[in-house]
């Protein structure tokens, strides 16, 4: 495997270790990312209908990853160029941040890296 994998490669390695076609690994992808994009739809009209909440999960992959929604109220904004103040609406962002696990895997191995590198 190189460096950096692309999707195409992800495809073809998933399919090679379930002993899937890529055809049928590319079928389940394109299910998920819909199946994704729903949620975080739903999830915003929730999050927008609610004035008080900050925060909604959206989806937690066990092992894995961890999604939420994550709104910021609308604010008053200095802008140094213009020298006047601006209203900024409320906003929201997709946060994925990786799960403990998977995030320990690699803090273990960057650690590795690092005693290694510390080593030469």
């Known amino acids: ?7 195409s490669e992800l495809f073809i390695e998933i399919a090679k270790r379930a002993n899937f076609t890529k055809g049928d690994v590319e079928i389940i ?3 998920f990312e819909t199946i994704l994009q729903e949620l975080i739809l739903e999830k915003l009209v929730e999050i927008r209908n609610d004035p008080d909440m900050m925060e909604i999960d959206v989806i937690d992959i066990s092992q894995f990853l961890n999604m939420n929604i994550r709104k910021t109220k609308s604010h008053r904004h200095w802008l140094e160029i213009t020298k006047e103040w601006k209203i900024l609406p409320d906003f929201y962002r997709v946060i994925m941040k990786p799960s403990r696990t998977f995030a320990r895997i690699i803090k273990a191995e960057v650690k590795r890296l690092v005693e290694e590198e510390n080593k030469k």
């Not at 495997?1 to 999707?7: A, E, G, L, T, Y």
Request: hydrophobic share 40%.
């Open 1 to 7: 495997m190189s460096d950096k994998m692309v999707c």
């Open 29 to 31: 992808w394109e299910t």
